[in-house]
């Protein structure tokens, strides 16, 4: 009797529930720490109920989806990530030199969604083998499902480059890229790129210009708070995405 009793009571005295947590990964367009540029990934937590998620924003500056790899950075996130958990990716800024040893070719992959690698020698018998954006992309995507998480791929955000009165867009390459990985994966799909374009062709390039204070690439606050937002309308295109129930609603 004392046992049944015991049964009952701790269903009702359960501990606090485990928030999930959003973990974001990508690039100094997402995360930066250098003032006056800021990433979206710091401003996304405004816009989100953070008493019932947790925001992990493991973006880091200069990095590319080979280098989260090479660097073990991604072995620390998808460590970490547990069921229930979101993980929203964005690159494609740091990805574009031709994959060496130089310098230059650090970041670089090889372009296009397909199974194709290049091995590199780095001396000392150490060999890397470079694959392209839509297989580091794949790999986070099934690796963060076999966790239990839910998978979110963003094209990256516009630069300050008008053609013609309108903004440059990235629907030719890493943007259809990472399109085209989302729908293969099943998961959902996040044209950053293409819905901050818009919003920077109504405003034109004299009023964009002012959220890039030191380049092309990089926002300040009140541009990623832009970035942000476009994220969140992204989120909302996808009403059936869980994540929409931790987004604020004023």
């Known amino acids: 009797m004392i046992l049944l009793l015991f ?12 928030k999930p947590v959003l973990y974001i990964i990508g690039d100094s367009t997402v995360r930066n720490t250098n003032r006056p540029q800021c990433g979206w990934g710091e401003m996304i937590g405004e816009l989100l109920d953070t008493s019932l998620i947790k925001v992990s924003n493991q973006a880091m500056a ?8 090479k660097e073990k950075r991604w072995e620390k996130v998808i460590n970490s990530i547990q069921p229930g958990d979101y993980l929203i990716m964005q690159f494609g800024h740091n990805e574009g030199s031709k994959p060496d040893t130089s310098k230059g070719g650090y970041r670089g992959v090889l372009r296009g969604i397909g199974e194709d690698s290049v091995s590199l020698n780095w001396g000392d018998t150490l060999t890397e083998v470079v694959h392209s954006y839509g297989w580091y992309l794949r790999k986070f995507v099934r690796e963060s499902k076999a966790k239990g998480a839910v998978p979110i791929i963003c094209s990256m955000i516009p630069r300050n480059q008008f053609v013609d009165g309108k903004v440059k867009r990235a629907d030719k390459d890493f943007g259809k890229w990472a399109a085209e990985i989302a729908q293969q994966e099943g998961i959902t799909f996040i044209d950053l790129n293409a ?12 009023s964009v210009k002012a959220f890039f204070p030191g380049d092309h690439t990089h926002t300040n606050v009140e ?20 994540l929409n129930k931790f987004l604020k609603t004023n």
């Open 195 to 206: 819905i901050t374009a818009d919003k920077y062709d109504l405003l034109g390039p004299d």
């Open 223 to 242: 541009g990623a708070a832009i970035n942000a937002a476009s994220v969140v309308d992204g989120i909302k295109k996808s009403p059936s995405l869980g």
């Open 62 to 69: 200069g990095r590319s989806t080979r280098t989260v790899v």
């Open 7 to 18: 049964i009952v009571a701790s269903a009702f005295f359960t501990g606090p529930q485990r």
